[in-house]
């Protein structure tokens, strides 16, 4: 419709042969936002309860797409949060009075043996320094010495990591783990709801090419809808009107079969011609060069898209 107006205008232009000062109008259409909804992920269709035509509201169920893998992955970034958060609950409660208990139990048994094991080897060095025992039997009592020594230094070690706690280190990094945990459930969570699309605005279902069972790639455009608030016209403006109307204008705009104007205002006017390359035009070529100007239109949310549409230019 817009294709035919316009090349009806450009005829009109050339065949007249009039200068740029008679032509004192600009035509072309009503026209709506149009918001196209894409696929957030690849999945199959398995419900649309929409079709072409269609009067929706903003928040409207428009159509689901499969959510078995999505709340799958929903499911398992609940398991990791519940697990770093039991991790640090267990940090924060400190250490069991049986354990610290059973620690120190550890500590007394391996400082008795490793005192038995010290009085041994010092009546060892005395037999061996009168010649009633052997050089293997000092080494074999030295040996054992420092052995018990050794498990009495980690067993008093770990004691004292028992009884002083989790260090602030570690209580942050748990800290962190359960922060990351909530962002990526967070984040899975949205891409789950992503799946059932929705309204985003009051308006009409313009186009609707698949059906249920059909599988989509990311990205891939499911429907678009045609916003029922804030119609404007969208003209061809004539380059002789430029000097004439600025954005921000108020203006009046005509449609078959109203018989009042209807009240607008210049929201936007191209920088850039709608048609014919501005290069290597003479004078008369520029001058029929035309500039896609949006007008937004009050009180006019009942007219149809893509009614035809005259403005007067002052």
């Not at 009075?97 to 007394?108: I, P």
């Not at 018990?148 to 980690?154: D, E, G, P, V």
Request: hydrophobic share 45%; with cysteine.
């Amino acid at each position: 419709m817009k294709m035919c107006l316009l090349l009806l205008f450009i005829g009109q232009l050339f065949l007249s042969g009039c200068d740029t000062q008679d032509i004192d109008y600009a035509m072309g259409t009503v026209e709506r936002d149009r918001i196209k909804l894409s696929s957030p992920a690849s999945e199959q269709i398995v419900d649309i309860k929409v079709h072409e035509g269609l009067v929706v509201h903003q928040g409207d169920i428009l159509l689901q797409l499969d959510t078995v893998r999505a709340n799958a992955l929903v499911s398992q970034r609940n398991a990791e949060l519940a697990q770093v958060s039991a991790a640090l609950s267990l940090l924060n409660a400190g250490t069991r009075v049986e354990q610290l208990n059973a620690a120190k139990a550890a500590l007394d048994a391996t400082r008795s043996d490793s005192k038995e094991a010290l009085h041994q080897y010092q009546r060892i060095i005395k037999l061996y320094k009168n010649h009633a025992v052997g050089t293997a039997d000092m080494d074999v009592a030295k040996a054992k010495r420092n052995s018990t020594k050794a498990k009495q230094n980690l067993a008093h070690a770990q004691w004292l990591e028992l009884k002083n706690g989790a260090r602030q280190q570690d209580l942050s990094q748990a800290r962190a783990r359960v922060d990351a945990a909530k962002s990526a459930l967070l984040w899975q969570q949205k891409t789950a709801e992503d799946l059932t699309i929705k309204a985003p605005v009051d308006g009409i279902i313009d186009s609707l090419p698949w059906y249920k069972g059909d599988r989509v790639i990311t990205g891939t455009e499911l429907m678009s809808v045609l916003a029922i608030a804030k119609p404007y016209a969208r003209v061809y403006l004539p380059a002789s009107a430029l000097m004439k109307v600025k954005v921000g204008d108020p203006i009046d705009v005509f449609a078959d079969g109203i018989n009042t104007p209807i009240k607008g205002r210049v929201r936007n006017i191209r920088s850039q011609p709608a048609y014919t390359p501005f290069y290597a035009l003479n004078e008369r070529d520029r001058a029929r060069l035309m500039y896609l100007t949006d007008i937004d239109l009050l009180q006019a949310e009942s007219l149809p898209t893509g009614l035809a549409v005259e403005v007067h230019i002052p």
